[in-house]
Nanobody, 116 residues
Framework: QVQLVESGGGLVQSGGSLRLTCTAS????????MGWYRQRPGNERESVAA???????VYGESMKGRVAISRDTVQSTLYLQMNSLQPEDTAVYYC??????????WGQGTQVTVSS
């Protein structure tokens, strides 16, 4: 059974930082490219960042320069370090398999709220 479980969200003040974690189980983590998405209130889901099986990173425009995606293959864990957070970054953040044998798997999301 494929499971992606996000954690690390919460309430943070404007300018603050958070580190999101996504723990995967039921998949061969090293065979899958992974990504982070977010859905802001009233908006469609958008890509934040992705990382390939060999560690190549791609960033969406919305948070480029303020986030860093990384992965720990041994721990089957995906990370998203977010800095200089702004109220408009308030969203539910999801991890997902973006390519590979488990393409289409999604986590349940973690809420990030940035106060002004």
């Amino acid at each position: 059974q494929v499971q992606l479980v996000e954690s690390g969200g919460g309430l943070v003040q404007s300018g603050g930082s958070l580190r999101l974690t996504c723990t995967a189980s039921g998949i061969i983590f090293s065979d899958n490219s992974m990504g982070w998405y977010r859905q802001r209130p009233g908006n469609e889901r958008e890509s934040v960042a992705a990382i390939s099986t060999v560690g190549r990173q791609v960033y969406g425009e919305s948070m480029k320069g303020r986030v860093a995606i990384s992965r720990d293959t041994v721990q089957s864990t995906l990370y998203l370090q977010m800095n200089s957070l702004q109220p408009e970054d308030t969203a539910v953040y999801y991890c997902a398999v973006v390519a590979g044998p488990n393409f289409g798997a999604w986590g349940q999301g973690t809420q990030v709220t940035v106060s002004s």
